[in-house]
């Protein structure tokens, strides 16, 4: 194991369409000794970094508390994955880095403030996100940011990605909005089909690469982009990282319902069969399989298949 992914708890200070958290019980929290037991066990099984996540873990007692055990564990990279907001609170920013923080990821959905706090299901989102991203510039760590693709937004990717290499962020993770975990809404309207979002994400990668950046395209087949382009493909099982939710839950990274597709006719006799994740069924449920196809060893010589692990320098 090299990283450890903990969501201590659900609680958020933001609604988001389609978020977990938004539809789990965020009374869920784990005590700060069983965050301590995590860590600790996650250490003995070979884990040398950290992903903090939730809910949003900023919003806990014990946030500083954490950084500072697993910096007291040994944890080398401790990234935050945060919405940014209580970042924009003066000092945060400081005292999260003098903790452990060494990495921060932040949610990221529209340059458009309307459209952006549409998604987030909070007024003021986009500018408390934007007020806490300098105050964590300030602090000259790492900055990454996740991206969410919605039908809705997916134009604005070359954008988003332009806008924030600007400030400094470094690498991006593409997320494809996910039904998952949408609760009793019907949200499939949201869905991008992969066909359409390709060439925003082309293109996002082209920008990232002219800035320094990277990008990383999850629940993405291997026959939806060309085969220059499978570095943006994310190897969730190279990551070799142990998930723990709320109550104990524990699952490799590869098999969440984030990154484990199923395989259809195309795949079986696909080249590359035995690097793809599939295709997620809750993107099938909306667009099927028509964007699939059989990938023949020929087309796939010379390039590798593997893709991107996010343990980047």
Request: charged fraction near 20%; hydrophobic fraction near 40%; glycine fraction near 8%.
């Amino acid at each position: 194991m090299r990283w450890l992914e903990l969501a201590p708890g659900y609680a958020c200070n933001a609604a988001c369409l389609g978020c977990h958290a938004c539809n789990a019980d965020p009374q869920q929290q784990m005590a700060f000794e069983e965050v301590v037991r995590w860590l600790q066990t996650a250490r003995r099984r070979g884990a040398q970094h950290l992903w903090l996540s939730g809910g949003e873990p900023t919003l806990r007692k014990d946030f500083l508390g954490t950084l500072r055990a697993a910096r007291q564990f040994g944890y080398q990279r401790i990234k935050v994955q945060t919405n940014g907001m209580l970042f924009a609170y003066e000092h945060f920013a400081e005292r999260a880095v003098a903790a452990g923080m060494n990495e921060a990821s932040l949610l990221l959905r529209s340059l458009d403030p309307a459209r952006h706090d549409a998604l987030h299901r909070t007024q003021g989102g986009l500018r408390a996100l934007q007020q806490g991203l300098e105050r964590l510039r300030a602090t000259g760590i790492r900055l990454e940011g996740d991206v969410l693709l919605t039908a809705d937004t997916i134009g604005e990717l070359p954008a988003i990605v332009r806008h924030y290499t600007d400030l400094g962020l470094r690498h991006f993770n593409l997320w494809l909005f996910s039904l998952a975990d949408q609760g009793d809404a019907d949200l499939r309207a949201l869905v991008p089909r992969l066909t359409d979002a390709m060439p925003f994400i082309l293109e996002a990668r082209t920008i990232a690469q002219q800035q320094g950046a990277t990008v990383c395209s999850l629940a993405s087949p291997h026959c939806t982009l060309p085969p220059h382009a499978w570095d943006l493909l994310f190897d969730a099982a190279g990551m070799d990282m142990l998930v723990v939710n709320p109550g104990g839950q524990a699952f490799k990274m590869e098999a969440s319902r984030l990154e484990a597709g199923a395989f259809h006719e195309p795949c079986q006799t696909c080249a590359v069969r035995g690097w793809c994740h599939g295709l997620r069924p809750d993107y099938v449920s909306v667009h099927g399989t028509g964007e699939l196809r059989t990938l023949s060893e020929a087309e796939v010589a010379g390039f590798d298949p593997r893709g991107s692990v996010l343990d980047l320098p």
